[in-house]
Nanobody, 115 residues
């Protein structure tokens, strides 16, 4: 069984930065692609960033140039560096990872950006 633990959320002023982490633990042979999603209150879940097993990345239009997804395969960890944060980035952020043919979601970490 695989467990995911997200961390790094919190309250930050507009223009600030946060780094989210998503750590996978358990029986892991192959850590494949990973995604970060977010869901603001009253809105559908939105794809924020993607990283493949090879390290290729892609981003939602609303975060391009401000957010960076990365991974540390040795630590089974995916990161989301968020810079130049805006109030509209306020949401619960979730990681979604593909491990050994399974798909796993984290429980989410809240990011609040004050104006």
């Amino acid at each position: 069984q695989v467990q995911l633990e997200e961390s790094g959320g919190g309250l930050v002023q507009a223009g600030g930065s946060l780094r989210l982490s998503c750590v996978a633990s358990g029986r892991i042979f192959r850590f494949n692609a990973a995604h970060w999603y977010r869901q603001a209150q009253g809105n559908p879940r939105e794809l924020v960033a993607v990283i493949t097993s090879g390290g290729s990345t892609n981003y939602g239009d609303s975060v391009k140039g401000r957010f960076t997804i990365s991974r540390d395969n040795a630590k089974n960890t995916v990161y989301l560096q968020m810079n130049s944060l805006k109030p509209e980035d306020t949401a619960v952020y979730y990681c979604r990872v593909f491990i050994d043919g399974g798909v796993y979601w984290g429980k989410g970490t809240l990011v609040t950006v004050s104006s």
